[in-house]
C-alpha cells in the first residue's frame, strides 16, 4: 500500500489538494479533520463543553463513526447519520480543534485511522498523519502558508457560500486555531523530520497541484 501523508496549517489547501491529488493518482482520499469535527459536533450536540475532557472522554463510548470512503469523495457517518455538511459550521470548526487537544480522543481515534491507510493506497491529510498516525507513510507533504494568505482564501470561499465576515474576523480565527494546534501538548501540529515542505502562498491551486503531482511522481508513486 502507498500511503501519503499530508499535514499542515487549516487554510492551506490542505484538504482541496490532497482529494485532488488523490484523484489525479487514483488513491482514495481520507480528511482526518472530519473525524475530530464529528467528535466535536457529538459533544455540543450532548450539550457537553468541547474543553470539557473528562466530560467528552464519558461520551466516546457512544459515538459510532466511520469515514464512507470512495473515489466520489468522503461521507462522515455519525451513529450511522450522515453528518457531512453539520460539521462544517465555524462554531463546529472551534469545538474540533478544542476536543483535538484531549489525548483520549486523539486516542478513540488512532486506530481508526490506521486501519483506513493498511486497507488501499491512500491520500490522508490532518496534523499529525506524518508524525504519529502514519509515521511509515511512503511520502509526507507538510503543505503551509502564511495566514494571512490562509485567511484571504478562507474569507473568498466563505463569502462565495454567502457566510457575510469581515477578513480580520478570519484571519483572527486563523490565528487563534493556529495558536490551539501548535502549542497543545499532545500531537502538536508540525512537520516530521523526513517531511517535504511545500509552500502554498501565492500560487494558484492548479500550480500547487502541479508540484504535488511532481514530487509524487518523484517518489515512484
Ligand atoms: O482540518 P480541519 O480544519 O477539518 O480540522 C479540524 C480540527 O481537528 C483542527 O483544528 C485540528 C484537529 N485535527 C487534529 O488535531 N488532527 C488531525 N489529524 C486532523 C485535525
Known sequence: MFNIAIDGPAGAGKSTLSRMLADKLGFVYADTGALYRAVGLFAVRHGISPQDAAGVQKLL??????????????RV???GEDVSL??????????????????AVRAFLLDLQKDM????????DGRDIG??????AQLKIFLTATPE???RRRHAELMEKGVDIAYEQVLDEVRQRDAQDTERPIAPLRAA???????TTGYELEDSLKR???IAKEHRV
Open 149 to 151: 494568505d490562509r485567511a
Open 131 to 136: 508524525t504519529v498516525v502514519l509515521p511509515h
Open 61 to 74: 463510548p457512544s459515538i459510532q463513526l466511520e469515514l464512507a470512503l470512495s473515489p466520489e469523495g468522503q
Open 193 to 199: 523530520d523526513d517531511a517535504i515542505i511545500v509552500d
Open 117 to 124: 491507510a493498511s486497507e488501499r493506497d491512500i491520500v490522508m
Open 77 to 79: 457517518l455519525l451513529c
Open 212 to 214: 504535488l503531482y511532481a
Open 86 to 103: 453539520a460539521i462544517r459550521v465555524p462554531e463546529i470548526s472551534k469545538a474540533a480543534s478544542q476536543v483535538s487537544a484531549i489525548p
